[in-house]
């Protein structure tokens, strides 16, 4: 075999020899930088506030009845029409009423007949006993039946006002302006005195309707600030204050009834039945830093931590944090964290400490973490 010739799997196996020798001679690849969602913890304040979910209620909600059982023949007004005091809202059917008012019209014209005879009869008898043509006790018997005969008219006058009364009572008015919230008949259906018919919202006031927990009851009192925040408008506060607290707890859900009333300048903002959000402070708990709940993980201790980005280096470092109570979304830290610090707000579990990260916002835009700033006149 010639020396410049080699057979072709000995020319594969001697590029293959070489090419392994040139990688195991080169360096390992580097990791590269993973792109990370930062934060800075949000302020003390909110982390202090606890949240109970409510619903827009007028102040005065009263259901309207019938004085008197009847047969509902006319209904005027719907759930949700508005409504003017002294409108008409719903009709018995009167027949019964104004058979009543004629019979008590017509035992007062008897009564005033009698009262007419009477009174005629004791005159005469005034006049003959000047003459003294009857006697003394036959004027005294007249005169006592003129009295009887006037009391009996004023009693029948009071029947016919009574059943007047009871005919005005056959049309459900409304007491005050308002919004009909709901209606519990329709017409057709017979009903009895003090049936609710429609429940009436006042126009005077507007108030939030919330379930206080009894474990917390002592951190609220009459009179505290709260605010409000519409299921319909997320970030719009509202201002109010706690108006009342139930005496009781629910036996049931054992919860404390409140209402919260909103400030007359809310009021236009807001309409019955809407969902709500009563944020208040909590009576006695420090202020302190929160983070988001995704951003908790476990140190190889098993005590909470997070992770910070250096500003330096851009490495990650687990920081051991103090937290207090859980919220909903938050969590405050009392302890281990500082205004200032880049918190990876998700996807810890994915990451170990003193990994090279890239730190970016919400909106996927990188971000240069850093030092705090010395007060002034010192060096960093």
Not at 153 to 159: H, L, T, V
Not at 254 to 281: I, K, N, P, W
Request: with cysteine.
């Amino acid at each position: 075999m010639p020396a410049n010739r080699f057979p072709p799997f000995l020319l594969a196996a001697l590029a293959l020899t070489a090419l392994l020798s040139a990688c195991g001679r080169g360096d390992a690849p580097q990791e590269a930088p993973r792109p990370v969602l930062v934060e800075h913890p949000a302020g003390g304040a909110e982390a202090a506030l606890a949240a109970y979910a409510g619903e827009i209620r007028a102040r005065e909600e009263s259901p309207l009845a019938f004085r008197i059982g009847g047969n509902l023949v006319r209904r005027h007004v719907d759930a949700g029409a508005a409504v003017r005091t002294g409108q008409v809202l719903a009709e018995l059917d009167p027949g019964d009423q104004r058979l009543q008012a004629q019979a008590a019209q017509a035992q007062l014209s008897a009564a005033e007949a009698e009262l007419a005879r009477a009174r005629a009869d004791r005159a005469r008898f005034e006049a003959l006993a000047k003459d003294q043509l009857v006697s003394r006790s036959a004027l005294d018997g007249q005169t006592a039946a003129w009295k009887a005969a006037e009391e009996q008219a004023r009693a029948a006058r009071a029947q016919l006002d009574v059943a007047r009364n009871q005919a005005a009572y056959s049309q459900l008015r409304a007491p005050r302006d308002g919004v009909i919230a709901s209606r519990q008949a329709e017409a057709g259906q017979v009903v009895a005195a003090g049936q609710a018919i429609f429940t009436l919202a006042g126009d005077a006031g507007r108030e939030v309707a919330i379930a206080l927990p009894e474990s917390r009851i002592r951190d609220f009192s009459v009179g505290q600030p709260v605010m409000v925040e519409l299921w319909s408008a997320p970030g719009q506060h509202l201002p109010g204050t706690i108006r009342e607290i139930a005496a009781a707890a629910d036996p049931q859900a054992r919860t404390y009834a409140a209402r919260v009333a909103l400030d007359a300048s809310a009021e236009s903002a807001v309409d019955l039945g809407q969902s709500a959000r009563v944020y208040v402070q909590r009576n006695g708990e420090r202020a302190a830093l929160s983070v988001p709940l995704s951003a908790l993980q476990r140190d190889a201790a098993g005590r909470h931590a997070v992770f910070v980005v250096d500003p330096a280096t851009h490495a990650l470092e687990s920081v051991p944090v103090e937290l207090g109570a859980f919220g909903e979304t938050r969590v405050p830290v009392l302890s281990g964290l500082e205004a200032g610090d880049w918190v990876v707000s998700a996807g810890g579990h994915l990451l170990r400490e003193g990994q090279e990260v890239v730190p970016v916002d919400r909106d996927n835009r990188p971000i240069e973490p850093q030092h705090p700033q010395p007060p002034a006149g010192q060096t960093p």
